[in-house]
Each structure stands twice: as C-alpha cells, then as structure tokens.
C-alpha cells in the first residue's frame, strides 16, 4: 500500500537567481580572488563571472571595515569577470573572451594605481604562474587594457592609491648601493616571509566560523598594539595610513620594523578571517615601512627609501619583478633615484626567492621529523 506525502510548496524558479549565481563549484576559490584569475589563465572563458555581484558584497565590508587588506585584487578580478562576461554572453564576441577577459583584469588594476603598465605586467606575470605561453594575442590585450585603465584613472582623476615618489637622489654611488642592497634584502625578506605566512593561512583547513573567529580576534589584537606603537589610523585599512605615519613623525627604525611586521601579521589574521580582498598594496606597505630602517643609517632620503622599499615589495613578497619595474618606471623621480629603485627590485626579487625557498625547505623538514616521530611513537 502507498501512501501519498504531501509535497512542500516550492519557491518559483523565477524569484531566485540560478544556484550557479551563488554557490561556489569546488575548484573556485571563496576568498582568494587572485586564484581564480591564475586558475584560468590560458582559459579565461572557465573564470566564474557569475559569482562576480557575490564577490563585489564580500569585498565591501573586507576592505571598507578597514581589513588589512588592497583593492588590486578585486580590481583584477572584477575586471576580469566582466571581460569573461561579454564574450561570453555575447555570440558575436565568443573568440574574443580571453583577451577581453584580460584586457578587463589590466584595466581594473591600471584604473586603480593609475599606471598603464602597472595592469599590463600585473596580468601578464600572474598566467606565466601557470606558465601559460605569451602570445601576441594576451600581450595586446593587457597593454590595450592597461590604456584603457589609465585613462579612466585620468578622465575621472581617481586617486585611489597614494604612492610614494622619490624627490631626493642618492648623494654619491655608496648611498644608492647601500640602498638597494639593504633595502632590498630586508624588504624582499620580511615581504617574502609575509607572502609564505598569507599562503599558510589560506591554506588552512577549519571551519569558516573558526577561521573568523579566530582571525578577527588576532586583528583586533594587532591592531590594538598597532595603534600603542604608532597611531590609531596605521592600525587600519591596507597600509597607506601607516606609511603617512612614518613620513611625518620622527621614529627608530625599530618602531618602523616593528610597525611593517604588525602589519604583515594583520593582513595574515584578515586572510585567516576569509577577507575578500588583495595583498599587493599591504605589500607596499610592507615594503615602504622595512626600506625606512636603514634611512637614517645609511643616509639614504626617507622618499627614495620608502619607494625603493615599496617596490621591493611587490618584487619580493608577491613575485611580481616586472610589475614593480613598471611602477618604478610609472612613479617617476630623479633618474638616479629611478636606478636605485630598479637596483632594489632585483635584489629584493632574490633575497625573496631565498627566502621563500628555505622557509619551504624548512617547513618541510620539520614536517617528516613530526612524521617519523609520530611512526616511531606508534
């Protein structure tokens, strides 16, 4: 004998958005947005523009909160997701979706530091993480989206991203080797270990209720010594407020180091916490507070330190040389505090990659040890 159940009345299909416009497939990224533009490059028609709107909610109170977290990211990726948007809907444009998906990425991110080449290299350097192939079809693309997004920033006189240019050269060829030398190793260093403790923590395996428990409470934390070691406003918000603080109060280079360390740790706990947000302008930052150490002491100009420090921070600790390149280019300055810069992203690029190198060989070697341990216990 059969029984009939009464069936749940069910919500129109026609009153809530398709389910792809809202749950995450599982090789997308939920908080990472920079994976989802490396995931799919070389097929950028994959990239998940549906979840885009979702995305832009998640972002708002990431970075509008004041997370230790940039907005080259979600610039990237918002552009890119509606690149990938009109070829894709569009029949008449479905060939052109890789390179509209690209131009779109390099516009966002030139619309945002108002340096054509900055977007160009930043979406470039990102696919060869996949080693996608160069072709001319992706080059064209991203120089024609950097255009683009350069002369938004100047049409709309956007200044979103406060950069630091160098006013004062080195005074003699030892200050400028000083400089990249040292400002360099450090700033490469201390991004370099940011970047592998950022990676760690998007890594970790919990529960979204325990990682935001968890990475709230840490950022509270440090932005509670942030704000007894500097001030209140360079506790917060992805770190222009703190290198506004190291340009107008005389410090140790201590206090700096220890502020650019703060803030390494705050945008690790805003990653922990699933921040929807980017890492490239903490890394400035970063890089801006660690190159003002050996100002003083090498009497290198606190300008030329901080930008020789910021561009070493994109080289080291996100690996991207090139895109510092084009910002020391795009910054502009004294053509030999513009050498001296160059000079530091290449040093900075390798003590980075040093860095990343023995903290993975180490992290591995502790790793078997605690295997062989827990065998010889069992």
Known sequence: MQALVPR????PRRLLPPPTWYSFPRDVARADLTADVVSTSGAEERFPWNLAPLRALAI?????????????????HLGVAAGTWLGSTNPALHQL???AAIGGGAAGVSA????????????????????????LERVTAALAGGLVGWGINLAFRLDLIRLVVP????????????????????AGTVTSLSGEAIYWARGWKSSPVIRLLVGALAMLSLAAVTALVATPAAAFGPG????????TVQTTPYHLLSVALLRAASTTAAVVAGGCGGVFVPFLAIGDL????????????????????AAAGIAGGYGL??????????????????LTCLATVVVAALSGLVTARAVNTLSSSLLATIRRVRSSRG
């Open 290 to 309: 660690s190159g003002r150490v050996f100002a003083a002491a090498f009497g290198v100009p606190p300008d030329l330190a901080g930008a020789a420090g």
């Open 97 to 99: 979706v890789r390179p």
């Open 167 to 186: 006013k004062v050269p080195p005074s003699d060829l030892w200050d400028a080797v000083a400089a990249a030398l040292f400002i360099g190793a450090i």
């Open 321 to 338: 040389p090139f895109t510092a390149v084009a910002m020391v280019l795009g910054v502009g300055g004294p053509e030999a505090a513009k």
């Open 112 to 135: 945002l530091m108002g340096i054509p080449l900055v977007g160009s290299f930043f979406m470039l350097e990102l696919s060869q993480r996949r080693k996608v192939p160069l072709s």
């Open 60 to 76: 708002l109170p990431t970075v509008g909160l004041g997370a230790a977290m940039g907005t080259e990211s979600p610039a990237a």
């Open 240 to 247: 222009g407020a703190a290198i506004i603080w190291a340009e």
């Open 8 to 11: 749940k009345a069910a919500l």
